[in-house]
């Protein structure tokens, strides 16, 4: 995956939720317990989670990485089209040692389709990572995540479980993933949901373990910094 010159600045569209009261109580109490864990603890978990990518533009989250004083160019505008043109939803894991499968979702996904991605891609891709019977399993708690029929699944194919609260992002390393599959991704002539699923794909297989472990490796530095801004947004 290319790197990120400094020459280059980043646009993103959108601001920072609102953290609830109730929210950032949970965010703190979960830095503060897992802020010492040692590296060794964070390179068994499997960090999961689903995105949204659109054909054309984005939800409030759209990136131009481009040159100062470029904005205007052509290549640096995102062209819209009406009610988006288009999207793809994907799951996807990742673990110190590399990137998962990546699973492209198809219609609104319930609990039982969720339970299904898992049965077909969690194990598979704790083998692909080395992982098989040492790992820990992350999810937020979106409420398919935490469905009665999801629970049971869970129970019995990843008993050891680490749910990050709500609102936590900042938290959840495979964010940044996202993040760079879609860079990667804008830099493609795409036309149609077949053109960027296609890019999804080969953005996501060519992701370097490096980047992955690089990502792991600063779960200390996220807690901590979730801890000296009392449970509030960090830079993360």
């Not at 010159?5 to 609830?20: H, L, N, Y």
């Not at 703190?28 to 802020?35: I, P, Q």
């Not at 629970?151 to 609260?165: D, I, V, W």
């Amino acid at each position: 995956m290319s790197s990120i010159q400094p020459a280059f600045t980043e646009d993103v569209r959108g601001k920072k939720p609102f953290i609830s009261e109730a929210n950032r109580v949970k965010r703190l109490a979960f830095a503060k317990e897992y802020v010492n864990k040692p590296t060794s603890f964070w390179q068994t978990v499997i960090f999961s989670d689903e995105s949204k990518y659109n054909l054309f533009g984005s939800d409030g989250r759209g990136y131009v990485w481009r040159k100062k004083n470029s904005e205007l160019q052509p290549k640096n505008l995102l062209p819209t089209v009406k009610f988006g043109g288009g999207k793809v939803l994907v799951w996807g894991c990742m673990a110190a040692s590399g990137v998962g499968n990546l699973v492209f979702i198809d219609g609104h996904m319930t609990a039982a389709m969720y339970v299904d991605i898992l049965r077909a891609n969690l194990r598979a891709s704790a083998r692909k990572l080395g992982l098989e019977y040492t790992f820990r399993f992350q999810q937020d708690n979106d409420p398919k995540h935490t469905a009665l029929f999801t629970r049971e699944f869970l129970l019995y194919n990843a008993p050891r479980r680490l749910l990050t609260p709500p609102q936590s992002p900042d938290m959840n390393v495979i964010e940044n993933l996202w993040s760079l599959l879609e860079v990667e991704v804008r830099k493609r002539r795409i036309s149609n949901r077949g053109d960027l699923k296609n890019a999804l794909q080969a953005a996501w297989s060519n992701i370097c373990p490096r980047v992955t472990a690089n990502l792991v490796d600063s779960m200390p530095r996220r807690l901590q910094a979730v801890i000296d801004a009392n449970g509030m947004h960090t830079k993360y």
